[in-house]
């Protein structure tokens, strides 16, 4: 299907594991973006990536790894799982153009509970 | 830095009925992005309407509306003939049009309520 998917949508790890969450978009979107989601706050955005083999750090990147080898994937790697990363978790992605550069289409999301 | 507030935390009106949700920003930005996303339980984040600071004309998406108060700083979203799929987080988002990496900054959302 077209669009912007993430999977799994629901993960239970133990402190220590490592995990990968995946988003996959099929737009071939230049840029795509993993946020966290948290009771009381906002999204914040964890890491970007403005096109294959780019990427830098968001507002809170510690304890997270991404990779873009591609451009229609972006995974999000969980080195060492702490429970302060139970969270939910949205990668979303966005084009490119002179003309309009703005617009972040968003995945249905995956909940993460680190025990 | 650019800051996003959305100062009520939660709302609650009646089927029919048109509400307000507010939202303010702080930018020493001229060119920017300004958008309202509706959360559903379901958790899928689903663009309601944006707003470009150039365009003097507030944004309209058929029920959906904004009001656009640049010297204020102010971006409410109205929902007109609220309907009970309304019900949803709000979230209110700014974009300085000059990052070149298109972070959106978001505010900490409405919890909207429509009741039958």
């Known amino acids: 299907d077209a669009g912007i998917t993430q999977s799994p949508r629901y993960k239970i790890t133990e402190t220590g594991r490592q995990v990968t969450l995946m988003c996959h978009q099929t737009?071939?979107?230049?840029?795509m973006f993993w946020y966290r989601q948290d009771l009381g706050h906002g999204l914040r955005l964890i890491y970007y990536?403005?096109?294959?083999?780019?990427?830098d750090k968001g507002e809170v990147p510690d304890g997270y790894v991404v990779s873009r080898s591609k451009t229609e994937n972006f995974p999000l790697t969980l080195e060492s799982a702490t429970r302060s990363q139970t969270s939910v978790y949205f990668c979303?992605?966005?084009?490119?153009?002179?003309?309009?550069?703005?617009?972040?289409?968003f995945g249905p999301g995956t909940r993460l509970t680190v025990l | 830095a650019q800051t996003v507030t959305q100062s009520q935390p939660e709302m609650s009106v009646q089927e029919a009925e048109t509400v307000t949700l507010s939202c303010t920003y702080d930018?020493?930005?001229?060119?920017?992005?300004l958008f309202w996303y509706k959360q559903p339980p379901s958790r899928q984040m689903i663009l309601v309407i944006r707003?470009?600071?150039?365009k003097q004309q507030n944004a309209t998406e058929n029920r959906f509306s904004v009001n656009f108060q640049k010297a204020a700083k102010s971006f409410s979203l109205k929902i007109s003939d609220s309907q009970l799929g309304d019900t949803a987080m709000y979230f209110c988002?700014?974009?300085?049009?000059?990052?070149?990496?298109?972070?959106?900054?978001w505010g900490a959302g409405t919890k909207l309520i429509i009741k039958p």
């Open positions: 979303a992605s966005s084009e490119w153009s002179s003309a309009s550069t703005d617009t972040q289409y």
């Open positions: 737009w071939s979107h230049s840029y």
């Open positions: 990536s403005a096109a294959a083999d780019i990427t």
């Open positions: 930018t020493s930005e001229n060119n920017y992005y």
């Open positions: 707003q470009e600071a150039y």
């Open positions: 988002a700014f974009m300085n049009h000059m990052d070149s990496n298109y972070q959106l900054i």
